[in-house]
């Protein structure tokens, strides 16, 4: 089965500094990567995703680029603002609209925004 | 519109006593999941229902059972809780997104130990 591993698990950074968050799959038919954030207290959002026939997608402050060859995403925060302090996760799947695609999530990652 | 609720938010038990975890959903989704969070771990899924009357196993379904009550409801339950099983419980509900492929919308988690 898939297999993603996360790092780093705990990130610190200053507020209005960037945050990059990576990820490895291990399953090449993986062809979905979406990224969710984890609030305090809160269930995970969806924030972003890509499929593997894109190599960047951006949305405002978010990026995500993947590298099919490598098997490796990753999660870019630019700017970052205390509120963007939370936990992310990353995850892999086969992708189609089909339950039994399950998401393999990675270990998550804190991130800490210093004010 | 309340998204995904799931009840108790925290439990503490004994070994070897029983509870049920409930969730509902009020999106109107045909699927619904149960993940298990272990720091460290990430999400890792425990049953899924795909659609009202059928659910299958995840990737860690031992010592729990599940019951899709109807479209909205989804319930866990511990029939032996054993200390391994003290983790944080997130409920998911799923639609599917833009991207086609299954996007979760998680309740806030339920912190359950077991001594």
């Known amino acids: 089965g898939e297999n993603v591993e996360q790092h780093p698990s705990t990130l610190s950074v200053q507020e209005g500094d960037s945050a990059v968050i990576k990820c490895t799959y291990s399953d090449s038919a993986?062809?979905?990567?979406?990224?969710?954030?984890?609030?305090?207290?809160?269930?995970?959002?969806?924030?972003?995703?890509?499929?593997?026939?894109?190599?960047?997608?951006?949305?405002?402050?978010?990026?995500?680029?993947?590298?099919?060859?490598?098997?490796?995403?990753?999660?870019?925060?630019?700017?970052?603002?205390?509120?963007?302090?939370?936990?992310?996760?990353?995850?892999?799947?086969?992708?189609?609209?089909?339950?039994?695609?399950?998401?393999?999530?990675?270990?998550?990652?804190r991130l800490m925004v210093k004010p | 519109n309340a998204g995904v609720t799931q009840t108790p938010k925290f439990q503490v038990l004994k070994t070897g006593q029983s509870m049920t975890l409930q969730c509902a959903q009020d999106m109107n989704h045909n699927s619904m999941y149960w993940y298990r969070q272990d720091p460290g771990m990430g999400l890792r899924l425990i049953y899924y229902s795909a659609s009202e009357g059928t659910t299958d196993k995840g990737e860690v379904p031992n010592g729990y059972n599940v019951s899709r009550l109807n479209k909205r409801e989804f319930s866990l339950r511990l029939e032996s809780a054993a200390p391994s099983q003290t983790s944080v419980y997130f409920c998911a509900s799923s639609t599917t997104g833009g991207s086609g492929a299954n996007v979760l919308t998680f309740g806030a988690g339920s912190r359950l130990t077991v001594l």
């Open chain 1, 30 to 109: 993986s062809n979905y990567f979406p990224w969710y954030k984890q609030e305090l207290g809160k269930g995970s959002q969806l924030i972003i995703d890509i499929r593997s026939n894109v190599g960047e997608k951006k949305d405002q402050r978010i990026a995500v680029t993947l590298n099919k060859t490598a098997k490796h995403f990753s999660l870019h925060i630019t700017e970052t603002q205390p509120e963007d302090s939370a936990v992310y996760f990353c995850a892999a799947s086969k992708g189609n609209n089909n339950a039994g695609n399950m998401l393999t999530f990675g270990g998550g990652t």
